[in-house]
């Protein structure tokens, strides 16, 4: 009698495992659509998240890197390494 609620148990498992193994697939695919969309212009490094990452599934925003800004003045998508107060070092160099 206690066998088929095991197996039932089992199957459920298995089920939980299956979908959060292609929930990940899925966001690691997003993922790289992202790093190849947007870039650093400054050094050229991928953009490793999205804006809303933490975000349910649905809400994730593909249009916008959260890891890299725009520069005020070309707006331009720049890495944390290469903007200071909003402005690149591209911008910053050439004023």
């Given at each position: 009698m206690l066998d088929w609620?095991?197996?039932v148990d089992r199957i459920w498992k298995q089920r939980r495992l299956i979908s959060k193994k292609r929930t990940e697939?899925?966001?690691i695919n997003k993922l790289s659509v992202v790093g190849y969309t947007f870039i650093c212009h400054v050094c050229g490094?991928?953009?490793e998240k999205t804006k809303g990452e933490s975000l349910p599934q649905e809400n994730i925003d593909l249009s916008t890197p959260g890891d890299l800004f725009r520069c005020k003045i070309c707006e331009k998508w720049t890495c944390?390494?290469?903007i200071y107060k909003g402005i690149c070092k591209i911008c910053a160099e050439s004023i």
């Open positions: 609620k095991k197996k697939e899925r966001k490094k991928p953009s944390s390494e290469h």
